[in-house]
């Protein structure tokens, strides 16, 4: 009973700096881990993996982000061998639907 208040007290957080920093540290852990690697797993390239990355900043104030990026630092996705902790963290980070947040690129318009 007291984890389940626990968790519903977590949810029930107002965003404060803290949440958001707590959240940029746990990026910072998650990347730190992903450039250690010697090379990415068959079917991964770099540019894959860093656009992974860029969606979970992008997105970190949302709740389902803060909880994915809680489970691969904290939690039990941690604790797997370094191949499939990259493969899980681009599958589930593909499951929220994240679009890449790259700001708005300028466009040039040719008028005839």
């Known amino acids: 009973m007291g984890l389940k ?3 519903v007290a977590e949810l029930e957080q107002p965003e404060t700096l803290e949440n958001i920093s707590v959240t940029s540290e746990r990026i910072t852990k998650i990347q730190r881990r992903v450039s250690m690697l010697d090379h990415f797993p068959a079917g991964l390239d770099r540019a ?3 656009s992974t990355l860029k ?3 992008a997105w ?3 709740k389902p ?3 994915l990026l809680k489970d691969y630092t ?3 996705k941690a604790i797997l061998d370094d191949e499939n902790f990259v493969i899980q963290l681009v599958q589930d980070t593909d ?3 994240l679009i890449a947040f790259e700001g708005i ?3 040039i318009a040719v008028c005839i």
């Open 74 to 76: 904290d939690g039990n």
């Open 55 to 57: 969606k979970l900043n």
């Open 5 to 7: 208040q626990q968790q």
């Open 105 to 107: 690129k300028p466009t």
């Open 95 to 97: 499951k929220l639907n």
């Open 60 to 62: 970190k104030e949302m």
């Open 48 to 50: 894959a993996v860093k």
């Open 65 to 67: 982000v803060q909880k």
